[in-house]
């Protein structure tokens, strides 16, 4: 039976429950798979999203049932999506979108954050798990309205969300201002997502903590892509797009293609390089960043510097210093050295950089490219492919869309090209409306109305809905206090 294993210590293994239910390893480091299965890409020809999600479910998590993963599954994404299909893909000029966001929070979060509670809620029965679980998160906007969306009124997990004051949509507060559930709890933080995030990581490991989940029968978890059960499910639709091209009669079986991924995390790329290393004929990882373009640097250069000013972009979710998947992505390309994991992680801690060795930096531009867009360029894209294709994007979509094209002009390869579109464009309508020369003042519902009257697209009915729904959430803290915040919190009875 496969089992994961610690990036910063091969001694620390654990089965696919444990991982989801734990998060992170205890010493700090994320985890993986031992060995990658790899995975029948010819059986999921054909086959529709839910199907393929079960085949690949249960071979990257091999200590859940099939019974158990097909539980999972149409729970998750039965009648969740505005679409059968869950993620269709569709032709787009001499490329392919594959949109991601027509789940419950328009963002491709809710693909992996629709099925996470459910594995989580069965990796606590499995494990006869006695603690109350509580999911710690830090969002950049996105995940946290999907992660309470999957976990609002699970049994026995709570949930607490910390947002940066600054920096989110209109929308995407609204989402989780909004957010109903006997068992969930939002907190604004004054400070920037990589604060947020750290915090929320010193809370994770601090010694307080411990004391207080062994007195009170806590288990602190997480639902950020530190989480492998987050990254597991994105898998799918690589497969799925690719097979759906192979179905169309526009790929032939085994054809390599490329992935355009905007990336902040680097939690959905991971997926793709996760379902390359089963066996899916990716040829290039186009890895697009913002002007927070740490990751495009990195991967020029193999420097890894986070000594620079964080940037607040018009593509939000990907405003992010420190890329916590790349450890992921560093483990599997060193031949799962947690050694020199630890020796570069220890260098970002200590002195904000890293470098990593030549044979490293091979291994990696193997597989990926990287570029990045500003927010002049994500507008010029979001204005020219309206008017050329007379497709709609999203600021995100936008970044990977201008990247991949830098792509082609670069002539790497000649591989057919797959975007993957994170968000639908109505999430971050403002921008959108400026980027086709139109007025961008107004409240965000009345912005929402403009876009659709100009475009004709269809508004996701979760943002019509927001409009109208109370706002419950109001807590605004020092990043300081966050620590304060979860333990007063979790003392409190009803939320
Ligand atoms: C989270 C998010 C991203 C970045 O994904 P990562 O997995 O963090 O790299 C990109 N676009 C949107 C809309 C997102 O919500």
Same mark, same amino acid.
């Given at each position: %039976? ?10 620390? !293994?654990?089965? @696919? ?8 390893? *205890? ?21 529709? &999203? ?100 999957? +976990?609002? *009124?699970?049994?026995?997990? !709570?949930?607490?969300?910390? &947002? ?8 995407? !507060? ?13 907190? @604004?933080?004054?400070?920037? +997502? ?42 799918? #639709?690589?497969?799925?797009? #690719? ?39 990716? @040829? ?19 420097? #890894?510097? %986070? ?14 210093? =420190? ?19 630890? !020796? ?23 597989? $990926? ?9 994500? =507008? ?25 094209? *830098? ?25 959108? =409306? ?10 965000? $519902? ?34 300081? *206090? ?14």
């Amino acid at each position: %039976m496969s089992s994961y294993v610690s990036t910063r210590d091969s001694d620390i !293994r654990v089965n @696919a429950s444990e991982a989801i239910l734990k998060g992170l390893s *205890d010493e700090g480091g994320l985890f993986m798979l031992d060995e990658i299965p790899s995975l029948p890409l010819e059986e999921m020809i054909g086959m529709d &999203f839910q199907s393929t999600a079960k085949v690949i479910l249960k071979a990257m998590l091999s200590d859940f049932t099939q019974d158990e993963i097909n539980t999972c599954v149409e729970q998750a994404y039965t009648n969740k999506f505005e679409t059968n299909e869950c993620t269709p893909i569709v032709s787009v000029g001499d490329r392919y979108v594959l949109e991601l966001f027509h789940g419950p929070t328009s963002a491709f979060k809710d693909v992996a954050l629709s099925i996470l509670p459910r594995l989580m809620s069965l990796a606590k029965k499995k494990n006869k798990t006695q603690e109350e679980i509580i999911i710690l998160t830090a969002t950049s906007g996105d995940t946290g309205s999907a992660a309470l969306n999957g +976990f609002s *009124d699970v049994d026995g997990i !709570r949930i607490i969300v910390f &947002f940066p004051d600054q920096g989110i949509s209109a929308t995407q !507060r609204a989402q989780m201002v909004t957010c109903n559930g006997k068992n969930v709890s939002v907190c @604004a933080v004054k400070g920037n +997502f990589d604060d947020a995030q750290s915090g929320v990581k010193t809370i994770f490991t601090s010694p307080e903590t411990k004391k207080l989940s062994e007195s009170r029968k806590l288990l602190f978890s997480s639902a950020n892509s530190i989480n492998i059960g987050r990254l597991i499910p994105q898998m799918v #639709y690589y497969f799925k797009s #690719y097979a759906n091209l192979v179905n169309k009669g526009d790929i032939l079986p085994g054809e390599p293609v490329n992935f355009a991924v905007p990336t902040g995390n680097f939690g959905n790329i991971l997926a793709g390089y996760m379902a390359k290393l089963s066996g899916l004929p990716i @040829a290039k990882l186009i890895c697009a960043s913002n002007s927070n373009n740490v990751l495009t640097e990195f991967l020029h250069s193999g420097v #890894y510097d %986070m000594r620079r000013n964080f940037l607040r972009t018009l593509s939000p979710s990907m405003d992010i210093l =420190l890329s916590s998947n790349l450890e992921r992505m560093l483990y599997l390309s060193t031949d799962r050295n947690p050694t020199t994991i630890n !020796r570069y992680m220890n260098e970002l801690y200590h002195h904000g950089y890293y470098q990593v060795d030549d044979s490293i930096k091979n291994k990696i531009d193997e597989t $990926f490219y990287s570029g990045f867009c500003s927010d002049t360029e994500t =507008l010029e894209t979001i204005g020219n492919v309206y008017r050329d294709e007379d497709y709609l994007m999203d600021p995100h979509t936008a970044v990977a869309w201008k990247v991949s094209e *830098d792509f082609k002009n670069a002539q790497i390869n000649f591989h057919k090209t797959i975007v993957l579109a994170t968000a639908s464009p109505y999430k971050f309508a403002h921008s959108v =409306l400026i980027a086709l020369n139109q007025d961008g003042s107004g409240d965000e $519902f009345s912005i929402i109305r403009r876009l659709h009257k100009l475009t004709g697209s269809p508004i996701p009915k979760n943002l019509i809905d927001l409009e109208n729904m109370e706002v419950r959430h109001n807590s605004v803290i020092e990043k300081e *206090d966050m620590a304060h915040y979860v333990f007063t919190k979790v003392g409190e009875q009803t939320w």
